[in-house]
């Protein structure tokens, strides 16, 4: 499957034409890391950006408890393309891990030159505050 397609899959990305996700795809990098290392550690100003697994098996972890696995197609880091905070959870490769990394430096000038990603981006955040919010609410 070809990275566009996959960058169709995140919510961040999903109302992009094929246009602006092949233009998007361009700026990714290939990044690979073995078993057991961590491209995203909880509370640190880890890892530069945002990353779609192309192989292999991750785990998310916070405060060392277990969240989710994650496989081809998923993707975290989305908050580290716009924000300087420390990670709130661990990632770590539970298999030889392939990705597709964008910086959150070229993801700036993305952002800078078309409006619609922008736009996009703005409205996937207000999502995830929502829903931390509800959740709040609801313990």
Do not use: C, N, Y
């Not at 945002?50 to 880091?77: C, M, N, Q, T, Y």
Request: charged share 30%; aromatic share 6%; proline share 4%.
């Amino acid at each position: 499957m070809a990275l566009a397609d996959d960058l169709k899959q995140v919510p961040l990305f999903a109302d992009l034409s094929d246009r602006e996700l092949k233009r998007l795809a361009g700026d990714f990098k290939e990044r690979e890391f073995e078993p057991g290392t961590s491209p995203l550690r909880q509370e640190r100003m880890s890892g530069i950006g945002f990353f779609v697994i192309v192989e292999g098996e991750a785990s998310v972890s916070r405060d060392g408890k277990e969240l989710a696995r994650l496989g081809p197609g998923d993707h975290f880091g989305e908050l580290g393309l716009i924000s300087d905070r420390a990670r709130t959870a661990t990632v770590t490769a539970e298999t030889p891990l392939r990705t597709a990394m964008l910086a959150s430096w070229e993801f700036r000038e993305i952002v800078k030159e078309s409006p619609d990603i922008a736009w996009k981006l703005l409205q996937h955040v207000v999502d995830l505050l929502v829903d931390t919010q509800e959740r709040a609410g609801a313990a």
